[in-house]
T-cell receptor
Framework: GENVEQHPSTLSVQEGDSAVIKCTYS??????FPWYKQELGKRPQLIID?????GEKKDQRIAVTLNKTAKHFSLHITETQPEDSAVYFC???????????FGAGTQVVVTP | DAGITQSPRHKVTETGTPVTLRCHQT?????MYWYRQDPGHGLRLIHY???????DKGEVSDGYSVSRSKTEDFLLTLESATSSQTSVYFC???????????FGSGTRLTVV
């Protein structure tokens, strides 16, 4: 089955700097890669996703890049703000049942 | 809110007792999932459903069973709760392939 590794486990950045989280996956058949943000005590919420036929996708200050050959994808947050502080999860999916394999999560702390 | 509700939100139960968690959706989505979230493990799939009476096991299904007699309801049962099942349980729904999950608000279960 699919295995997703996520790094780093914690990330501290100064407000205004950029943050990058990287994930690798094992199953070359995976074709859909969402990212979730989870604030303390809240539910995970989808913030951006990318399909395997696309190399990059942007939405305001966040972007995701996908390298199918190397089987890794990354989340980029630019001009970080305190409200970006949260746990971020990557995931990969390849089958029609839509089961996601999640990474272990990255705790992002943005300090003013 | 997000078209998906979980009940109860919090529960404390004793070891050896049966427990049932409920997930209810108003979106008429076919796919429904139960995950558990534990520190250091991210989100792990317990069971999932493709439709009414169509369910299958995830990666951590031992000790859990599910039922889906109606499109809108997906029940997770711990037959005989153990302390290792203390966790936060999230239900998720998905419209179709290449769509992300929408998560419920979660149920915090403590087994004492």
């Amino acid at each position: 089955g699919e295995n997703v590794e996520q790094h780093p486990s914690t990330l501290s950045v100064q407000e205004g700097d950029s943050a990058v989280i990287k994930c690798t996956y094992s199953d070359s058949a995976s074709n859909y890669f969402p990212w979730y943000k989870q604030e303390l005590g809240k539910r995970p919420q989808l913030i951006i996703d990318i399909r395997s036929n696309v190399g990059e996708k942007k939405d305001q200050r966040i972007a995701v890049t996908l390298n199918k050959t190397a089987k890794h994808f990354s989340l980029h947050i630019t001009e970080t703000q305190p409200e970006d502080s949260a746990v971020y999860f990557c995931a990969a999916s390849e089958d029609s049942w839509g089961k996601f394999q999640f990474g272990a999560g990255t705790q992002v702390v943005v300090t003013p | 809110d997000a078209g998906i509700t979980q009940s109860p939100r919090h529960k404390v139960t004793e070891t050896g007792t049966p427990v049932t968690l409920r997930c209810h959706q108003t979106e008429n989505h076919r796919y429904m999932y139960w995950y558990r979230q534990d520190p250091g493990h991210g989100l792990r799939l317990i069971h999932y459903s493709y439709g009414v009476k169509d369910t299958d096991k995830g990666e951590v299904s031992d000790g859990y069973s599910v039922s889906r007699s109606k499109t809108e309801d997906f029940l997770l049962t711990l037959e005989s709760a153990t302390s290792s099942q203390t966790s936060v349980y999230f239900c998720a729904i998905r419209a179709d392939a290449f769509y992300g999950y929408t998560f419920g608000s979660g149920t915090r279960l403590t087994v004492v």
